[in-house]
T-cell receptor
Framework: DTAVSQTPKYLVTQMGNDKSIKCEQN?????MYWYKQDSKKFLKIMFS???????INETVPNRFSPKSPDKAHLNLHINSLELGDSAVYFC??????????FGPGTRLTVL | QQQVKQSPQSLIVQKGGISIINCAYE??????FPWYQQFPGKGPALLIA?????SEKKEGRFTISFNKSAKQFSLHIMDSQPGDSATYFC????????????FGTGTSLTVIP
């Protein structure tokens, strides 16, 4: 059983487009996250949701918006895509006491 | 500001040798320190973790050493194998702040046969 799943795995799109990445976790975790990993493999947290409430919002452009329809899902919407948005985006989830589980990642390429 | 500093950036070790990766943190409120292993094309996977009430934790060939006074912790991989070649991330979190994880910058480990 897949614990944290993301779709799509690869996403290639033109500048200016709007795209979404979906994430689902079946671990019953309370908190879900989105991370961006750049070409140097640096992991930067973008958003965190706990019980459908945004509790962390790092300094990311407002073109990025997380949407959580329920506790098991946290989708990432990106408007007006830019070249610098090209990266691998990871969804993750955790319980309050720790142990963060990551999804397989979505490689976004903006042309 | 980098909350968790990790070194070295890359590491090459002979098969059978010991790989050591170091991390340092500033926030004394951090109370959970995991290490993640990431293979190319995959998401990070939890390898081993420690809480500040112990100075060492060992799981198989992997050991975390934790120095609370120095605010440092390290990962030791004993008898390193080529299959250990991956990128390793240390992280830290504070459990009463929504469990936000702060990651180090990663160490690319290559174990040569």
């Amino acid at each position: 059983d897949t614990a944290v799943s993301q779709t799509p795995k690869y996403l290639v799109t033109q500048m200016g487009n709007d795209k979404s990445i979906k994430c689902e976790q079946n671990l019953g975790h309370d908190t879900m996250y989105w991370y961006k990993q750049d070409s140097k493999k640096f992991l930067k947290i973008m958003f965190s949701y706990n019980n459908k409430e945004l509790i962390i919002n790092e300094t990311v452009p407002n073109r990025f918006s997380p949407k959580s329809p329920d506790k098991a899902h946290l989708n990432l919407h990106i408007n007006s895509l830019e070249l610098g948005d090209s990266a691998v985006y990871f969804c993750a989830s955790s319980q309050v006491e720790g142990r963060e589980s990551f999804g397989p990642g979505t490689r976004l390429t903006v042309l | 500001q980098q909350q968790v500093k990790q070194s070295p950036q890359s590491l090459i070790v002979q098969k059978g040798g010991i790989s050591i990766i170091n991390c340092a943190y500033e926030n004394t409120a951090f109370d959970y320190f995991p290490w993640y292993q990431q293979f190319p094309g995959k998401g990070p996977a939890l390898l081993i973790a420690i809480r500040p009430d112990v100075s060492e934790k060992k799981e198989g060939r992997f050991t975390i050493s934790f120095n609370k006074s120095a605010k440092q912790f390290s990962l030791h991989i004993m008898d390193s194998q080529p299959g250990d070649s991956a990128t390793y991330f240390c992280a830290a979190s504070q459990s009463n702040t929504g469990n936000q994880f702060y990651f180090g910058t990663g160490t690319s480990l290559t174990v040569i046969p």
